[in-house]
């Protein structure tokens, strides 16, 4: 890569939360790059607030971040005013509370989707919002006006009561009688009655969440260009109007690209977070420390995994031979 190039690799997921005992890593580049980095306060605390952040969008108290309209461009439609995730999930009994199942441990169908989504427009054609499903596991509701509350994101509410998780705010209320409607119009469903005689969870709500209101696109633009293969990075890119690539098999790309500033977004190690799947995010840190040890040292790097730090190299600091290595595994988090 060019000497005046300039690269945030984002590694959500880089420092767990996973299960990490009995583990063992051979991940001496990393592990260098730890060592000899310079650790500093990083824009966000997960990926949704890290990404908004390297984009200029602050985080405003009042409201969610825009999560649901970015990801919304990301599915390639037209920029809406008001617009929330609405991802299918599944609620059970347990412990005298309901706890959430997420739709990637659901794994619904397109025709499921499309099913569910008929069934609950027809129910709520008169409230002045729809429920659409360009992907089966992403689900949204497309308003006529923001709602007034405050929501938490799907990955928080993994596998956890949801009592205290709803949304609040002025509007409470209405969306909680809406997401108990929800469950009493999706129970008898024949699409939920099939998936029961399968021996598949039922999906028997929706969660709703990241409706804030999206600014307007940045006059001047962070990044040259953006790699990365999610929605949410792809809604960015195109809010901004960057050139958005896909993830290479390889750093050659990023290597021989024209100087300037690149945003490269690594999801393996968060999806496998997400999972709990240690097994999955070790393999996931094998890849990228094989990409690491082809990185190279002519690039300014700062590296965010998305814990509120950073950890930058410069090219003068890369030969830093004297400091000691710092083993990923000291940073994990369980």
Known sequence: MPER???????????????????????????????????????????????????????????????AALCWQGEGRAPHPAVLHAD????????????????????????????????????????????????????YLVLDQAPRIRTTPLHEAWHRPIDALLPRGEEALFWHRLLNEV???????????????AGQPPINSIWLWGGGQLPDAPAEVPYERIYGNTVLV?????????????????????????????LLYWEDL?????????????????????????????????????TGESWHLIPGRWRDCWRRPKPLLQHLSG
């Open 183 to 197: 469950q009493m119009l999706f129970h008898p469903s024949p699409v939920n009655q099939r998936r029961e005689r």
């Open 88 to 139: 299918p999930v599944h609620l059970h009994p347990e412990g005298g509370s309901l706890w959430l199942l997420a739709p990637e441990l659901l794994d619904p169908q397109p025709e499921e989707a499309r099913a569910l989504a008929q069934v609950f427009n027809q129910h709520f054609s008169h409230q002045g919002f729809r429920l659409e499903t360009p992907h089966p596991r992403r689900w």
């Open 234 to 262: 792809r809604g960015l890119a195109r809010w901004a109007g960057i050139p958005l690539q896909p993830l290479p098999e390889s750093p050659e790309s990023l290597l021989t690209a024209a100087p300037g500033r690149v």
């Open 5 to 67: 190039s300039f690269l945030d690799w984002m590694i959500p997921g880089l420092f767990g939360p996973i299960p990490s005992a009995g583990m063992t890593l051979e991940t001496p580049v990393l592990n260098r790059w730890l060592g000899i980095a310079r650790r500093q306060p990083g824009p966000g605390t997960d990926p949704l607030t890290t990404l908004c952040a390297c984009f200029g969008i602050l985080r405003d108290p009042e409201q969610d971040p825009p999560s």
């Open 270 to 306: 968060w999806q496998a977070v997400l999972a709990q799947d240690a097994a999955a995010w070790m393999q996931a840190v094998q890849r990228l420390e094989s990409w690491a040890r082809q990185m190279s040292r002519g690039v300014h790097l700062r590296i965010l995994p998305c």
